[in-house]
């Protein structure tokens, strides 16, 4: 049981390729959960499995409940385009709700839809693994996304 790297859900590209999930990049809410290293993410599994609550995702949440809820925190200035034939996928770095988090053992975050609903309510997008063990006491945590943003795919 592990982290080892960062990933796209495949069943999310999948999804929105196939119109099974109308899933927005640009108006959808998304949330990003924290976890420790007690579970192991993959990339290829159902959507049922992709969501938040759910698989792997049900349990090993870390959470403060007024810093950094256990459903997550919204995503802000999300935001996608086109340079040439890649496509990014954005956001603003993600912070802590106030400055007195008590957070320990964070190992890296599920990034999902939380508008979704169909074909699964809370639907995976990419899980973020931290490079290991994170903690802040009495601060504030940040998730400070790659400058390539959370998804870049090259046609």
């Known amino acids: 049981m592990a982290w080892t790297n960062s990933k796209v859900f495949t069943i999310a590209i999948e999804n929105m390729l196939e119109n099974i999930a109308a899933m927005d ?46 459903a997550g925190i919204a995503l802000s200035s999300v ?17 802590s709700n106030d400055a007195t988090t008590d957070l320990t053992n964070v190992y890296g975050c599920l ?21 290991g063990a994170n903690s802040v006491v009495s601060g504030v945590f940040t998730l400070v996304y790659h400058s390539a943003g959370l998804i870049t795919i090259s046609a």
Do not use: E, H, M, R
């Open 111 to 131: 990034v999902y839809d939380d508008t979704l609903t169909t074909p699964v309510a809370d639907q995976g997008l990419v899980y973020i693994y931290l490079g």
């Open 79 to 95: 935001a996608s385009s086109f340079t040439g034939a890649t496509y990014t996928l954005d956001a603003a770095d993600t912070t």
């Open 25 to 70: 990049l640009d108006s959808d809410t998304f949330k990003a959960a924290l976890f420790d290293n007690t579970i192991t993410p993959s990339q290829t599994v159902s959507a049922a499995n992709s969501a938040y609550g759910a698989g792997v995702w049900a349990s090993g949440g870390v959470a403060d409940a007024v810093s950094w809820p256990a």
